[in-house]
């Protein structure tokens, strides 16, 4: 009786400080959810999002014993490995879940694509979409570059170079990267600042708008056979499709933690500025990208590349056009196919030369 008397009292206390409607709340956050998201392929948007999180949690505990500097960067990697306890569990766990976070944002974005759900009213969402990819890679690629051991220091010296090439801009977004002409301690300093802080960061920001656009357009609507004889064509937000995302985290927890005890994350040898390795690897996502140069000149090379950036932020628009232009024929799957393919081919040719 005490205690019940004496809760109300402080919920009434919260209350009148914390004016919410939670009424309002429910019903604006719980939304029903097309019976469609049942299906894993169409609800892997929630997956980035969770493996995010993981990033964020392992990534502080390993900010406790990392230190940003050419002279220490090293050897603390290699403190975090091998003496701090569970430090080579949270480094995995960092590297494997960053990994998995660049498949699943593809694998999402595919579906996304080709199911057409870019299409009117989500083309700005498909676009903000395409910044978050390019940041997720941006992460990967700036995470990478703070190992400092050989290969992780000449990746991270041949994306300088290759962001120096991009025509007009470039030698100041290098200069800016570097934190000068050359490679040095300012360099590290400002890809730990991008790691940490600045992708992060936005990161947090775009998937919030990333979501609220989602929730105010609702989720593409499909329907397969099989529901068309369903009553009920939607399923409640909460705590259905939440407790399928919670299924999923801990289903994503064991994965990576298997694959953590079986490719615990290595570390090479130091970094040398002086000796460059005989094959300089960049993170497997960048393959294709990094065949592509080998294949054309630098300046071809990054100016396709940067065209192909444009094609795919303004892909709804091409769409559009493609549709008025060549309706039936499919063009957008058929372009898609051909795209992806190329991708995987040259992902596989550089793993392999
Ligand atoms: C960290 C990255 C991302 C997160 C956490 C995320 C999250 C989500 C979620 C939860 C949904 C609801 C439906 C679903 O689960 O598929 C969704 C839908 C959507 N996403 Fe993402 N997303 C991410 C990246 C991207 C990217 C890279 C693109 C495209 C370039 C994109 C474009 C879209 C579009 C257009 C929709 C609406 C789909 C529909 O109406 O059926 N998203 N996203």
């Not at 290759?162 to 050359?182: C, H, K, L, T």
């Not at 390795?277 to 990054?302: D, M």
């Not at 039936?328 to 898609?336: A, H, N, Q, S, V």
């Amino acid at each position: 009786m005490w205690a019940e008397k004496n809760i109300e009292k402080l919920t009434d206390w919260v209350k009148d400080r914390i004016p919410v409607n939670v009424q309002e709340l429910k019903t604006l956050t719980n939304e029903p959810v097309p019976n469609h998201l049942k299906h894993w392929w169409f609800a892997l948007g929630g997956t980035p999002a969770i493996l995010f999180a993981i990033q964020i949690v392992t990534g502080i505990f390993l900010m406790f014993h990392y230190v940003p500097t050419p002279e220490q960067a090293y050897d603390s990697v290699f403190k975090i490995t091998n003496e701090v306890k569970f430090g080579w569990y949270v480094r995995s766990l960092h590297k494997w879940a960053s990994e998995l976070m660049i498949v699943t944002v593809m694998l999402h974005m595919s579906r996304v694509y080709f199911t057409g759900a870019f299409r009117k009213p989500r083309e700005l969402n498909w676009m903000l979409g395409t910044v978050i990819f390019f940041i997720t890679l941006g992460l990967g690629f700036t995470g990478y570059s703070l190992i400092y051991d050989q290969l992780s220091y000449w990746a991270a010296m041949v994306g300088t170079e290759i962001a120096g090439s991009v025509p007009v801009v470039g030698a100041y977004a290098a200069d800016f990267i570097r934190g000068g002409p050359e490679m040095s301690g300012n360099t590290l300093t400002r890809l730990f600042v991008f790691h940490v802080v600045i992708f992060p960061g936005a990161l947090v920001a775009l998937i919030a708008v990333h979501i609220v656009l989602v929730r105010m357009h609702g989720v593409t609507e499909f329907e397969f056979d099989e529901e068309k004889k369903l009553q009920h064509k939607t399923f409640p937000l909460f705590p259905d499709h939440f407790l399928t995302e919670c299924m999923i985290a801990i289903l994503i927890l064991y994965l990576l933690t298997i694959m953590s005890l079986v490719f615990p994350a290595g570390l090479g040898e130091i970094a040398n500025p002086l000796v460059t390795p005989e094959h300089i690897k960049p993170e497997w996502y960048f393959y294709a990208s990094f065949r592509w140069l080998k294949l054309t000149n630098i300046y071809i090379g990054v100016v396709g590349q940067i065209f192909f950036v444009g094609v795919l932020a303004l892909w709804p628009f091409i769409d559009q056009f493609l549709e008025k232009k060549y309706p039936k024929m499919e063009l957008t799957i058929w372009i898609g196919f051909l795209g992806f393919s190329a991708y995987l081919i040259l992902t596989v040719w550089e793993a392999f030369a």
